[in-house]
């Protein structure tokens, strides 16, 4: 029996999408359970699907529902980002809020509201204040998402490595498992829809875990301490989102995450500075540097020297400098109990090198590996943001390296214990270390992140964040990252937010020469296709020295962008992405392709109709191909170009494209 006619519902309240494409209908069955479904034009995309709680502390909120209110409002505005994929974004939805009570349980409240968007649907619960329940304790949501129609899933399991750094998977959606978000899927006629959440604070992280067919349901990380969730008085729980469009482009399109999270708490964050930086990172995945003192210790005084010269004659902002603090040569990966965030390796001098950076027009960028022992991280994080400060380190990459289930936190009763990173508990953690930094004006990286939900609009100095495999996995990964990664991740985990990848590895060999799965003008697109106002250049300089012609597209591109084009893309498959600088007229454009030669059509039109251009073509040669030594075959050629035109890019097998756009002068 299908799941609407079980129900035998009631349909107690509807709205749609400002331009009608989208609408929900909210019903209730005769036991009181609380629904809702989606339609799409018309049709059905997500059928008839549960709402409520279980919890711990009392009887559950779910069914004896009555409706107390509904009504509909409409908000319309537009917000400037003070960085981001486009500087201006159009907030325009239909708002349906639903107020329902358990008339048998003291007449308890529960609102549930639905954001309904042309290109999605968010919707979170409300608990209002109420003596009949202050506490809440929720050991799980029961909030489900019944997919309508057969669908293709892309997505990573959920509750095993720590930092989001699975590979993505492809199934039929009835047989995926537990999944993190985002989670992809394409139906049958094309429509694709991407499950989220948005403003995920002081609450669990969403995973969902198929149930039967294609129903989804929400399942919250489980804490170590007892309930998923613990909450007193009045409290909002995270959107959960559903970006819905016509096909994979129209996904990275939408802007919803972003709108349902509140406006910029900080105030001024001029002081944020979207950039490009080197490090001495690469140089120890492939093993000729460590991170711990001694004979090959790379964060030396000497080294990062020659770092912030190379960084300076680049034009490169900042450069990283991992392994400075004491504490490397302990099993930090299992603990982390014995790293410094204050005192440096003797040989590394961060007032020299703060001031010698300075001189150059180059800024430290600070780093902070706790291998997810909070607990001796939050003791130190107000010092060593406090020393930050001082010698002018305005950003910080963040590190959580750590198994499983093992991240230590603090206890309330002065105990240490272990947990999840993406409960509660982790989600408090990594927003305090977020604002804490702002205190200082500082910016932050996170790697083995929580994973990203739109935050950064209301705390814009969370710059961006790893949340998947990066290029390190070229270096010693086993797999390697395969051929389609980029063009996974694009549609996947870049729906959630900025990503450092640290792309931009010309040599194409890892540790032990392990054999990139790219060709180089692939490496050069990575730059636009993989978002961060935050970027790593990672291959070392003498590798730039060895491809300037290469070298030279990644000195050019920036990282903020006035706006974003999708042009085409299928998830796993392809994508070409059209990017604007916000600080000229320029354009960029990066396109990647999977193990599979394209030809990928590009019209110009996103151009100035008034003017001329010329674009610098970084292209792969005819022989390219990453499966053998023609990966290095690049084609830099310009040409002559309007908004009338249309360009035809011709990716080689695991190959890619990088074009710069420039009006003529």
């Not at 009608?20 to 909210?26: F, H, Q, Y």
């Not at 036991?31 to 034009?41: C, F, I, N, Q």
């Not at 106002?533 to 962008?561: H, S």
């Amino acid at each position: 029996m299908a799941a609407s006619a079980a129900w035998a519902q009631q349909v107690v309240a509807s709205a749609t999408s400002p331009n009608g494409a989208l609408s929900v209908d909210v019903q209730l069955d005769p036991m009181g359970k609380l629904g809702y479904d989606v339609k799409r034009k018309g049709k059905e995309v997500i059928g008839l699907s549960r709402l409520g709680f279980n919890l711990a502390n009392t009887h559950k909120l779910d069914g004896g529902f009555s409706v107390r209110d509904s009504r509909t409002s409409e908000h319309d505005d537009t917000w400037e980002q003070p960085w981001g994929e486009r500087r201006y974004v159009r907030n325009h939805y239909r708002e349906l809020r639903v107020e329902v009570e358990q008339k048998n349980r003291d007449k308890r409240g529960l609102v549930v509201v639905f954001r309904i968007y042309d290109d999605g649907v968010g919707f979170r619960y409300e608990f209002p204040s109420q003596p009949q329940l202050k506490d809440v304790e929720i050991t799980d949501e029961l909030t489900e998402f019944v997919v309508a129609q057969p669908a293709t899933a892309w997505w990573i399991p959920a509750g095993e490595l720590p930092g989001l750094e699975e590979l993505v998977q492809k199934a039929p959606l009835k047989e995926i498992g537990t999944a993190n978000t985002p989670l992809t899927v394409r139906l049958d006629d094309g429509t694709h829809i991407a499950f989220h959440e948005a403003a995920l604070v002081d609450y669990a992280s969403m995973w969902v875990r198929k149930v039967e067919g294609q129903k989804l349901r929400a399942q919250l990380v489980p804490s170590s301490m007892g309930p998923a969730v613990v909450r007193h008085g009045a409290f909002t729980t995270p959107w959960r989102t559903m970006r819905i469009a016509d096909d994979a482009a129209g996904l990275y399109m939408s802007d919803l995450e972003l709108n349902l999270n509140e406006p910029n708490k900080l105030g001024d964050v001029s002081w944020v500075k979207p950039s490009k930086f080197v490090g001495v990172w690469w140089g120890m995945h492939l093993q000729q540097t460590t991170w711990n003192a001694g004979p090959k210790h790379g964060a030396t005084t000497d080294n990062t020297k020659k770092y912030i010269d190379f960084a300076a004659q680049n034009g490169f902002r900042g450069v990283l400098v991992e392994g400075w603090n004491q504490g490397w040569e302990s099993d930090w990966g299992h603990g982390g109990a014995d790293f410094s965030f204050t005192k440096a390796y003797p040989d590394f001098d961060l007032p020299v090198l703060s001031a010698y950076a300075k001189q150059k027009g180059v800024r430290l960028i600070g780093h902070h590996e706790t291998g997810g022992n909070l607990v001796a991280y939050e003791k130190q994080m107000d010092d060593a943001y406090k020393l930050y400060a001082k010698y002018g380190v305005d950003s910080v990459k963040s590190g959580y390296v750590h198994e499983a289930g093992t991240m230590l936190f603090p206890g309330a009763d002065g105990k240490p214990h272990y947990g999840n990173y993406d409960s509660q508990e982790g989600v408090r953690h990594f927003l305090k270390a977020v604002t804490e930094a702002a205190r200082y004006k500082i910016a932050v990286d996170t790697h083995e992140p929580i994973k990203d939900t739109g935050l950064r609009r209301t705390y814009p100095n969370w710059l961006s964040r790893e949340g998947a495999r990066g290029v390190e996995y070229n270096a010693w990964g086993n797999p390697p990252n395969p051929v389609d990664h980029e063009a996974k991740l694009v549609f996947t985990r870049m729906l959630s937010g900025p990503m450092d990848y640290t792309p931009g590895v010309l040599s194409l060999v890892g540790a032990d020469n392990k054999v990139f799965n790219s060709t180089q003008a692939k490496q050069l697109a990575n730059f636009v296709v993989i978002y961060s106002p935050i970027v790593m250049a990672a291959d070392i300089p003498e590798n730039y020295a060895k491809y300037p012609k290469a070298f030279k597209f990644i000195k050019d591109v920036p990282t903020d962008w006035a706006d974003t084009r999708v042009i085409n893309g299928a998830v796993g498959e392809y994508v070409t992405m059209a990017r604007k600088d916000r600080k000229s007229d320029d354009w960029y454009v990066g396109a990647v392709t999977d193990a599979n030669a394209r030809t990928l059509a590009l019209p110009l039109a996103f151009l100035d109709k008034d003017k001329q251009y010329v674009a610098e073509i970084y292209r792969d040669g005819d022989a390219a191909d990453y499966r053998n030594a023609h990966r290095f075959d690049l084609v830099v050629e310009t040409k002559a170009v309007t908004a009338k035109d249309t360009l035809q890019l011709k990716l080689a097998p695991g190959g890619g494209q990088a074009i710069r756009i420039v009006p003529k002068k």
